[in-house]
């Protein structure tokens, strides 16, 4: 099928790492998305990474890419209460021409104090 | 980088009533252009896309339509709205220099009654 999976919900203490999965459908999607949704508001890229790599660093952001089991993830290091949000993964199948995306289901992070 | 506006903010509407939702995109020309709606606590839903001025494709029946009058405006109709239109809807664009990443607008949230 055509579904992006992730879980739920995640529930972090505040300076612990979060980790964030995400299985996508297409093996040939070239890019490979993570978003940030706050309450209320649109969605905001936070990071990518390019099909033919295995980890992209961006400050407190880890992605990981498991090419082989369709994987990715989503390291957020010292999380902090503002990362409080919903977090979509996204990915283009190799074959959109439109470059329409797959958006997962989300997995809202709480972040306690 | 673009700048994705939508408006209005929030809109509370009865049922039966029509329904025009307008978003305008700066800062790159010859767009995609994509309609979501996310229900609460939900994913997203792709709508509508449209790669230029007049052309529009639709991913979902339903009692809504899109249309392109310009190439960076994007309007969201309905004749009728039904309880079930109720949600929060984004407009996106792709294009410009980063072609493949997607930007959001701040979103719509629509109330049927």
């Known amino acids: 099928g055509e579904d992006v999976e992730q879980s739920l919900f995640l529930s972090v203490r505040e300076g612990d790492s979060s980790v964030i999965n995400c299985t996508y459908t297409?093996?040939?999607?070239?890019?490979l998305y993570w978003y940030k949704q706050e309450p209320g508001a649109g969605l905001q890229l936070l990071t990518y990474?390019?099909?033919?790599?295995d980890m992209k660093q961006d400050q407190r952001l880890t992605v990981l890419l498991n090419k082989k089991d369709k994987h990715l993830s989503l390291r957020i290091a010292d999380t902090q209460t503002g990362d409080s949000a919903i977090y979509f993964c996204?990915?283009?199948?190799?074959?959109?021409?439109?470059?329409?995306?797959?958006f997962g289901t989300g997995t809202r992070l709480k972040v306690l104090a | 980088s673009q700048t994705i506006h939508q408006w209005p903010a929030t809109l509370v509407q009865p049922v039966g009533s029509p329904l025009s939702l307008e978003c305008t995109v700066e800062?790159?020309?010859?767009?995609?252009l994509y309609w979501y709606r996310q229900a609460a606590g939900r994913g997203l839903q792709l709508l509508f896309y449209?790669?230029?001025?007049?052309?529009i494709s639709s991913e979902v029946p339903q009692n809504l339509s899109a249309s392109r009058p310009q190439d960076r405006q994007f309007i969201l109709s309905s004749k009728k709205l039904l309880l079930s239109d109720s949600g929060f809807y984004l407009c996106?664009?792709?294009?410009?220099?980063?072609?493949?990443?997607?930007?959001f607008g701040p979103g719509t949230r629509l109330t049927v009654t």
């Open positions: 996204a990915e283009i199948p190799g074959t959109s021409g439109t470059y329409k995306y797959i």
């Open positions: 297409d093996s040939s999607s070239t890019y």
């Open positions: 990474i390019f099909s033919n790599m």
């Open positions: 800062g790159t020309s010859n767009p995609n």
């Open positions: 449209s790669v230029g001025i007049g052309q």
């Open positions: 996106a664009c792709t294009g410009g220099d980063r072609g493949y990443e997607q930007y």
